[in-house]
């Protein structure tokens, strides 16, 4: 089966950093996807990651070890608008994203 | 360009009663895809398409049924509705290759009486 873990919810200060974690345990695995859904809203993709190491975009960085089934998303200069829900999702082998049950992540002053 | 859309944006159903949602993009996307989110939960695959006149399930497709007769639109059925499928979904899009990018529409909300 497939499965990706990742803390239910995150509090942060303005302009601090944070990091969400992702375990998995997918079949078929070819690379980690993140995704930003604001309350009322539909998610937004963000960054993917197929080979290990760090890809940064912006104030978002994401990092995958494949070794270690793993990856976190990290956010720097943390802004109240970045207050949402994070998901996780695995591409698979039939092509498909298999999503994590999302990090809510509330950004206070 | 719109991107992807979907109507309606909110229904009521009675339990038994029958009603399609509809999902366009355009962005000559042949991967199409019809998620359900409920409270608290990631986003769970219901069917998907790879190309015009194909569709393959996904994780949760009992009671739903789609159609992609046409490219741009990706149809999702709800034959006999019950109080379960009360939930938001979302219809995406992507390109084939690029199926780590999804492009998701503003979601209809159900609520199944």
């Known amino acids: 089966g497939q499965s990706l873990e990742q803390p239910s919810e995150v509090t942060a200060v303005e302009g601090a950093i944070v990091q969400i974690n992702c375990t998995y345990q997918?079949?078929?695995?070819?690379?980690l996807s993140w995704y930003q859904q604001h309350d009322g809203g539909a998610p937004t993709f963000l960054s993917y990651n197929a080979l290990d190491g760090l890809e940064e975009t912006g104030r978002f960085s994401s990092f995958l070890s494949r070794s270690d089934s793993y990856g976190y998303l990290l956010l720097q200069e943390l802004q109240m608008k970045d207050s949402a829900s994070y998901f996780c999702a695995g591409l698979t082998g039939a092509n498909n994203l298999f999503f994590g049950t999302g990090t809510r992540l509330t950004v206070i002053p | 360009n719109a991107g992807v859309t979907q109507t309606p944006k909110f229904r009521v159903l009675k339990t038994g009663q029958s009603m399609t949602l509809l999902c366009a993009q355009d962005?000559?996307?042949?991967?199409m895809y019809w998620y359900r989110q409920d409270p608290g939960m990631g986003l769970r695959l219901i069917h998907y398409?790879?190309?015009?006149?194909?569709?393959a399930k996904g994780e949760v497709p009992d009671g739903y049924n789609v159609s992609r007769l046409k490219k741009q639109n990706f149809l999702l059925g709800l034959e006999s509705a019950a109080p379960s499928q009360t939930s938001v979904y979302f219809c995406a899009s992507g390109t084939a290759g690029g199926q780590e990018t999804q492009y998701f529409g503003p979601g209809t909300r159900l609520l199944v009486l």
């Open positions: 997918t079949s078929g695995f070819y690379g």
């Open positions: 962005m000559n996307h042949e991967y």
């Open positions: 398409s790879v190309g015009e006149g194909t569709t």
